[in-house]
């Protein structure tokens, strides 16, 4: 069992930054790939980014250019830093380590854009 805890979510003004952690538990954080995911209001829970065990990352469109996924192994640690940040970026953003399917989630954490 992996448990995973987010945080950094919050309110923020269109044009903002925020950056989230998601810390995991255990020693195997290391060997797989970490995703971050969003869901908002009556949509499908969505992939933003994700990053393999040797650093290789994927972006969703609407996000590239704008969004940076990354890991520290020490820490058991995935970021995503969250630049330009647009009301539609507003949504429950959930972290996810991809052993087996569908992997382990983290409870979310609110992200909120707007004036």
């Known amino acids: 069992q992996v448990q995973l805890v987010e945080s950094g979510g919050g309110l923020v003004q269109p044009g903002g930054s925020l950056r989230l952690s998601c810390a995991a538990s255990?020693?195997?954080?290391?060997?797989?790939?970490m995703g971050w995911y969003r869901q908002a209001p009556g949509k499908q829970r969505e992939l933003v980014a994700d990053?393999?065990?040797?650093?290789?990352?994927k972006y969703t469109d609407s996000v590239k250019g704008r969004f940076t996924i990354s890991r520290d192994n020490a820490k058991n640690t995935v970021y995503l830093q969250m630049n330009s940040l647009k009301p539609e970026d507003t949504a429950v953003y959930f972290c996810?380590?991809?052993?087996?399917?569908?992997?382990?989630w983290g409870q979310g954490t609110q992200v909120t854009v707007s004036s």
């Open positions: 996810n380590i991809r052993i087996g399917s569908p992997g382990f």
């Open positions: 255990g020693s195997i954080f290391r060997f797989y790939t």
């Open positions: 990053i393999t065990s040797v650093d290789s990352t």
